[in-house]
T-cell receptor
Framework: DAKTTQPNSMESNEEEPVHLPCNHSTISGTDYIHWYRQLPSQGPEYVIHGLTSNVNNRMASLAIAEDRKSSTLILHRATLRDAAVYYCIPRLISSGSARQLTFGSGTQLTVLP | DAGVTQSPTHLIKTRGQQVTLRCSPISGHKSVSWYQQVLGQGPQFIFQYYEKEERGRGNFPDRFSARQFPNYSSELNVNALLLGDSALYLC?????????????FGNGTRLTVT
């Protein structure tokens, strides 16, 4: 599985944009990039995923570098509810066999009021 | 729609005992995965089941076993509990096993072994 590097922690002010970086320099051409977040006392929550193009959904945007060796999760306006551990996870394309998520340590995002 | 539900939410067992944890996936999801999360770490993969068959197993001892039922619900069993088995056990479901299928997690079962 591809290895990822994320900062241990980041801070943001409420209602400001947040850019969470992830380096995945060993990613293969068939790995989707998934982002999950985990709020205190809850299970991980799916945020977004993409393969090559930038992706947007109601929660966030995902910007993928052209060489796919890095990506950035963008929260457009951070709220206090966005305080969580954010995990960047490459996941292999497969069918008919198990492809689990390999969680690293993630980035602890603190949102300041 | 109901999300992934897990029971019980909390459990206290003593060393050497056996425990069974239960998971109900989102309706329409045929794949169930189990993860263990020790305090301060990211979740670690234990098992994945798809259409009632084991499709993958993480680096866990044989004391850990699981099964998936015809209604796609699942049970995780842990025998001969050790203190180190104390953790949050997470169940996740997805429509399939493809790399583009997001996982939807429950809020877990907190197991404490004394």
């Amino acid at each position: 599985d591809a290895k990822t590097t994320q900062p241990n922690s980041m801070e943001s002010n409420e209602e400001e944009p947040v850019h969470l970086p992830c380096n995945h320099s060993t990613i293969s051409g068939t790995d989707y990039i998934h982002w999950y977040r985990q709020l205190p006392s809850q299970g991980p929550e799916y945020v977004i995923h993409g393969l090559t193009s930038n992706v947007n959904n109601r929660m966030a945007s995902l910007a993928i570098a052209e060489d796919r060796k890095s990506s950035t999760l963008i929260l457009h306006r951070a709220t206090l509810r966005d305080a969580a551990v954010y995990y960047c996870i490459p996941r292999l394309i497969s069918s008919g066999s198990a492809r689990q998520l390999t969680f690293g340590s993630g980035t602890q995002l603190t949102v300041l009021p | 729609d109901a999300g992934v539900t897990q029971s019980p939410t909390h459990l206290i067992k003593t060393r050497g005992q056996q425990v069974t944890l239960r998971c109900s996936p989102i309706s329409g999801h045929k794949s169930v995965s189990w993860y263990q999360q020790v305090l301060g770490q990211g979740p670690q993969f234990i098992f994945q089941y798809y259409e009632k068959e084991e499709r993958g197993r993480g680096n866990f001892p044989d004391r850990f076993s699981a099964r998936q039922f015809p209604n796609y619900s699942s049970e995780l069993n842990v025998n001969a509990l050790l203190l180190g088995d104390s953790a949050l056990y997470l169940c996740a479901s997805s429509r399939g096993t493809e790399g583009a299928s997001p996982l939807h997690f429950g809020n877990g079962t907190r197991l404490t072994v004394t």
